[in-house]
């Protein structure tokens, strides 16, 4: 349990105290598509103290050095010989698609039509939705994901049980009620006017408060009328620090049944750009089929692309060039996109973005990776004086990991500590790469949000990190 007290000078109870040891592994800059033994960046604080107070990491310092004498009395949590990182940062997530993750057989268009579409309409009941929001923060704390950039459905309640839900917990969540007037079933259409309403209301109650930011939240472009996306690039200009997140070139056919609907533009991007819809805070996912010209617009506003390894894989719509989008300036991060995707675990979508890069002729290394769904998302967002980082005054969002699980890669490990190396981030990156290849949920050992323990498992056994 955390330690709090009675402050003598004030009178107030003190923020409650706790102190993790373990191996710290975060990042300062972007290690890039370097070598693993060349990769700048990289922080690595073996045998390590966080001090976390309240909601914040305190103070950071070697295990071997004295606690503060304030701190003297406050429990250990010993994690010797395990990673102790920054939590996840999925970009790109479907909480109701829960429902419908490992569904069979279908391209983008049918499967929204098949599996999706009917799982979201369920969320126009608010008890399915605030157990359904519950589900979906639990199950993310439990893949090692701290925060997160969220597609409820159409329906209000949806977006307010998340909000709900996250902000009982402290959590940074960044969500808003899906913007469809077209081309979807009855019991998932909006109005435009009742859309504008519902997302101001949601702007008024929710944008700014504790850890919650809101997004206009296009589902795509072909379930929006023209109407609609001009209101909704109004709601981003109107209101400050608001998200904009929708899909844009994720499938061939989709990209085609763009350029029938919106027959002026000049590209499946430009639909969204000629409305306003793209800027820093713009979060669009996949992009596998844009040209250089949309880059270029992307580079120009600073958007970002999340890319969603496994929901590309499963669902078969391409492969990413990331070496090529960040050549050409764009932003990228990594997302799951359950349920196309087929885990909510970053782990298993790093292992699948290594394999999307490698049939492309490029090495995506662990540090890459891994930069990219903590400090280099959290940039991209806005947020890194908050979150994606262990440094004293960020937001104590703290994941603690084995590195082995399990019979092979135990073995896998123990080979790996035996290895000569002549440059310690080269011999580090051979075990972490390892850990990311195989790892998933079974190696997760604790989570913690703003501070507090949300998910903790006892199972997990101890494999060392030297």
């Known amino acids: 349990m955390p330690d709090s007290r009675l402050d003598s000078a004030s009178g107030q109870t003190a923020q409650p105290r706790r102190v993790l040891r373990g191996d710290l592994l975060d990042f300062t800059a972007d290690p890039g598509f370097a070598l693993p033994a060349e990769s700048p960046g990289v922080r690595w604080r073996p045998d390590h103290v966080l001090l976390i107070e309240g909601e914040r990491i305190a103070a950071i310092q070697p295990a071997t050095e004295s606690l503060p004498l304030e701190w003297a009395d406050v429990p250990v949590t010993d994690h010797r010989g395990q990673l102790i990182m920054p939590g996840f940062i999925d970009t790109h997530v479907h909480c109701p698609q829960l429902d419908v993750i490992a569904s069979y057989g279908a ?56 909000f709900d839900q996250a902000k009982a917990h402290h959590m940074r969540l960044i969500t808003g009620k899906v913007l469809m007037d077209r081309h979807a079933p009855e019991g998932l259409l909006d109005d ?33 009328t023209p109407e609609q996306l001009t209101m909704a690039g109004r709601l981003c200009q109107a209101y400050a620090g608001t998200y904009m997140q929708t899909h844009v070139a994720e499938n061939r056919d989709e990209v085609k049944w763009v350029a029938s609907l919106f027959p ?44 969603s390894p496994s929901s590309n894989l499963f669902l078969g719509s391409g ?13 990228v991060s990594l997302a799951s996109d359950v349920g196309g995707g087929t885990s909510l675990s970053m782990l298993r979508n790093i292992a699948d973005a290594y394999k999307i890069q490698a049939l492309q002729g490029v090495r995506l290394s662990a540090w890459k990776a891994l930069y990219t769904c903590t400090l280099g998302a959290a940039s991209h967002l806005g947020l890194a004086d908050e979150i994606g980082r262990l440094e004293p005054g960020c937001m104590a969002d703290v994941v603690v990991w084995n590195v082995a699980h399990g019979p092979v890669p135990e073995h896998r ?4 500590q035996q290895n000569l190396a002549r440059v310690l981030h080269a011999n580090l990156h051979e075990r972490v790469f390892a850990w990311v290849t195989m790892g998933d949920e079974r190696n997760l050992v604790s989570t913690y949000v ?17």
């Not at 590209?267 to 750009?273: A, N």
């Not at 060039?321 to 764009?330: D, I, P, S, T």
């Not at 323990?453 to 060392?464: D, E, K, L, N, R």
């Open 107 to 162: 391209e983008l268009l049918d499967w929204l039509n098949t599996y999706t579409f009917p799982a979201e309409r369920r969320y126009i009941d608010p008890a399915v939705a605030h157990e359904g929001a519950e589900r979906f923060l639990h199950a993310l704390w439990a893949h090692g994901t701290t925060s997160a950039v969220v597609f409820p459905t159409v329906h209000k309640v949806s977006a307010e049980a998340l």
């Open 192 to 224: 435009v006017d009742q859309a504008e309403k519902d997302c101001v209301d949601l702007i008024d109650r929710f944008h700014g408060q504790d850890r919650l930011a809101f997004a206009v939240t296009v589902r795509f472009a072909p379930t929006s």
């Open 413 to 416: 490990d123990r080979i790996a």
């Open 264 to 307: 002026t533009a000049r590209s499946y991007l430009d639909v969204y750009d000629r409305e306003g819809l793209i800027g820093p805070r713009a979060v669009l996912a996949h992009g596998i089929w844009l040209d250089a010209n949309d880059r270029a617009v992307l580079k120009a506003h600073g958007a970002q692309i999340a890319h």
């Open 319 to 331: 492969l990413f060039n990331w070496l090529e989008a960040e050549r050409e300036g764009v932003h």
């Open 450 to 466: 703003a501070g507090q323990c949300v998910h903790h498992a006892q199972s997990v056994a101890q494999a060392t990190v030297q």
